[in-house]
Nanobody
Framework: QVQIEESGGDSVQAGGSLRLSCKVS????????ASWYHQAPGQERDLVSS???????FYADSKKERFTMSRGDAKNTVYLQIDDLKIEDTGMYFC????????WGQGTQVTVSS
């Protein structure tokens, strides 16, 4: 059973920053490829960024300026740094494992206030 633990979501003022964490564990988990998704209230779940096995990062065009995805010292952990938070960033952020298997985390809540 793959376990995905997301953390770092919080309620913050616009203009602040957050760093979300995703730790993946399980009997077959070593180095991972993963993605972050954002789902605003009442909206579809949209891709934010992805990281592959050799640390190449892809960003959705709308996320290139304020979002940074990276791998931690532990290769089974990935992060999403969000800077200059805006009201539109409010919602659930989900970590999705892409390799060695596909799995979704439960998400972590981000609330941005004006």
């Amino acid at each position: 059973q793959v376990q995905i633990e997301e953390s770092g979501g919080d309620s913050v003022q616009a203009g602040g920053s957050l760093r979300l964490s995703c730790k993946v564990s399980g009997p077959t988990i070593d180095r991972i490829a993963a993605s972050w998704y954002h789902q605003a209230p009442g909206q579809e779940r949209d891709l934010v960024s992805s990281i592959n096995l050799f640390d190449r990062v892809f960003y959705a065009d709308s996320k290139k300026e304020r979002f940074t995805m990276s791998r931690g010292d532990a290769k089974n952990t990935v992060y999403l740094q969000i800077d200059d938070l805006k009201i539109e960033d409010t919602g659930m952020y989900f970590c999705k494992l892409d390799w060695p298997r596909t799995a979704w985390g439960q998400g972590t809540q981000v609330t941005v206030s004006s």
